[in-house]
């Protein structure tokens, strides 16, 4: 028996369905497929269970996400980063509601016109809700594949998805495509993890390439990633009474439709008097009024660092400030927003 033949065996028969019970296992509906496996793109399954619950509980159908304003998405999504998500998702269920009749495309190649729907997710949808013999190949499946047949391409550049591909078809069980890709992704998740894998009780011992060759921690292999851009973000937490100013960002940039304080960016650490020559001037603000340094932390973002400072002004009413495209909001409202999570660990700190 070939090498791949084996492993599609063993790893049919390592399967246990009651082993890792997750509320997206063994459902057929597209949409909560669709779902969950967005959310679990940037997103661990323990962390991932009750915002999906949430979700489904606010938007239960595509026709009830399609119908919700992005605002109430992306305040679904809050804490789960990586809001481009959010923002394909409601942008693809419209997708679907004119150009599908409301009904979730059900092929492969269908379901990659919608946005935010790569080769995975379209693998993933197309075999479980719909049996259409597509093998998956995430982040576990990559690291499987690796590891046992020693491919030593880097699993972060484009072009190695080939190479992988290959062998995924090789080993992939197209008469039971839903059982096989949760097998191998269970397998990865829950055997051949990440940092300390399951070797001595791996039913691929015997013939894992890694194994062999003491090549565990080697194995897959990643490109060292490009410097990240630095950033450095300064906020104004402007009050007056009970209100406070805030904006929604609009560039095509990081946090893209969240709320956030009126912001400064500069190009270094800057201080004091910075801050309020230019929030005075920007906020058309009088200038008696004091700035202090409230919060400052650093964010890490996939190809960005943030420096962040919060700096604190209050407004006497006749003070009150003009802003176009700002808002001021009663504390009280202030759940009705979305912002970014930096926000939620200032207000948790502060506030
Ligand atoms: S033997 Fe170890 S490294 Fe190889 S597949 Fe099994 S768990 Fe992964």
Redesign the pocket.
Same mark, same amino acid.
């Given at each position: 028996m070939s090498k791949s033949n084996h492993f599609s065996k063993k790893l049919l028969n390592w399967y246990d369905p009651k082993a890792r019970s997750l509320p997206w296992k063994f459902i057929k509906d597209p949409y909560k497929i669709w779902v969950s496996e967005i959310i679990l793109q940037q997103t661990r399954a323990e962390q991932a269970t009750p915002f999906y619950r949430n979700f489904i509980q606010l938007f239960p159908t595509v026709g009830a996400l399609a119908k919700a304003e992005l605002d109430q998405v992306l305040k679904a999504w809050e804490g789960l980063g990586y809001y481009s998500r959010a923002r394909n998702l409601h942008h693809a269920a419209n997708y679907v509601q004119n150009n599908f009749a409301g009904k979730i495309p059900s092929t492969y190649k269908e379901l990659l016109t919608l946005k935010g729907v790569g080769p995975y997710t379209a693998a993933a949808i197309s075999s479980f809700a719909f049996g259409e013999a597509q093998p998956v190949l995430d982040g576990n499946v990559f690291r499987?594949l690796s590891?046992?047949f020693g491919i030593e391409a880097p699993i972060n550049v484009g072009s190695s998805r080939k190479i992988f591909q290959k062998q995924l078809n090789k080993i992939f069980d197209k008469k039971r495509p839903a059982l096989f890709n949760q097998s191998i992704m269970d397998f990865g998740a829950t *055997?051949?993890k990440p940092s300390e894998?399951? *070797?001595p009780s791996?039913p691929? @011992?015997d013939f *894992?390439f @890694?194994?062999k060759n003491k090549q565990?921690h080697q194995l897959p292999k990643k490109l060292k990633p490009p410097k990240k851009k630095i950033r450095y973000f300064n906020f104004l937490f402007l009050t007056s009474g009970k209100k406070l100013l805030i904006e929604q960002r609009t560039e095509k940039d990081i946090w893209q439709n969240l709320y956030q304080f009126p912001l400064l960016e500069s190009k270094e650490l800057v201080h004091e008097d910075f801050i309020k020559d230019n929030f005075r001037s920007n906020l058309n603000l009088n200038k008696s009024i004091n700035f202090d340094l409230v919060y400052s932390t650093t964010r890490i973002l996939t190809h960005q660092k943030l420096y962040v400072q919060i700096w604190a002004a209050n407004l006497r009413k006749k003070d009150f400030t003009e802003k176009e495209g700002a808002l001021w909001v009663n504390n009280s409202d202030l759940h009705k927003f979305a912002f970014p999570k930096l926000f939620d660990l200032f207000f948790n700190d502060i506030c």
């Amino acid at each position: 028996m070939s090498k791949s033949n084996h492993f599609s065996k063993k790893l049919l028969n390592w399967y246990d369905p009651k082993a890792r019970s997750l509320p997206w296992k063994f459902i057929k509906d597209p949409y909560k497929i669709w779902v969950s496996e967005i959310i679990l793109q940037q997103t661990r399954a323990e962390q991932a269970t009750p915002f999906y619950r949430n979700f489904i509980q606010l938007f239960p159908t595509v026709g009830a996400l399609a119908k919700a304003e992005l605002d109430q998405v992306l305040k679904a999504w809050e804490g789960l980063g990586y809001y481009s998500r959010a923002r394909n998702l409601h942008h693809a269920a419209n997708y679907v509601q004119n150009n599908f009749a409301g009904k979730i495309p059900s092929t492969y190649k269908e379901l990659l016109t919608l946005k935010g729907v790569g080769p995975y997710t379209a693998a993933a949808i197309s075999s479980f809700a719909f049996g259409e013999a597509q093998p998956v190949l995430d982040g576990n499946v990559f690291r499987v594949l690796s590891r046992v047949f020693g491919i030593e391409a880097p699993i972060n550049v484009g072009s190695s998805r080939k190479i992988f591909q290959k062998q995924l078809n090789k080993i992939f069980d197209k008469k039971r495509p839903a059982l096989f890709n949760q097998s191998i992704m269970d397998f990865g998740a829950t *055997c051949c993890k990440p940092s300390e894998p399951s *070797c001595p009780s791996c039913p691929m @011992a015997d013939f *894992c390439f @890694a194994l062999k060759n003491k090549q565990i921690h080697q194995l897959p292999k990643k490109l060292k990633p490009p410097k990240k851009k630095i950033r450095y973000f300064n906020f104004l937490f402007l009050t007056s009474g009970k209100k406070l100013l805030i904006e929604q960002r609009t560039e095509k940039d990081i946090w893209q439709n969240l709320y956030q304080f009126p912001l400064l960016e500069s190009k270094e650490l800057v201080h004091e008097d910075f801050i309020k020559d230019n929030f005075r001037s920007n906020l058309n603000l009088n200038k008696s009024i004091n700035f202090d340094l409230v919060y400052s932390t650093t964010r890490i973002l996939t190809h960005q660092k943030l420096y962040v400072q919060i700096w604190a002004a209050n407004l006497r009413k006749k003070d009150f400030t003009e802003k176009e495209g700002a808002l001021w909001v009663n504390n009280s409202d202030l759940h009705k927003f979305a912002f970014p999570k930096l926000f939620d660990l200032f207000f948790n700190d502060i506030c």
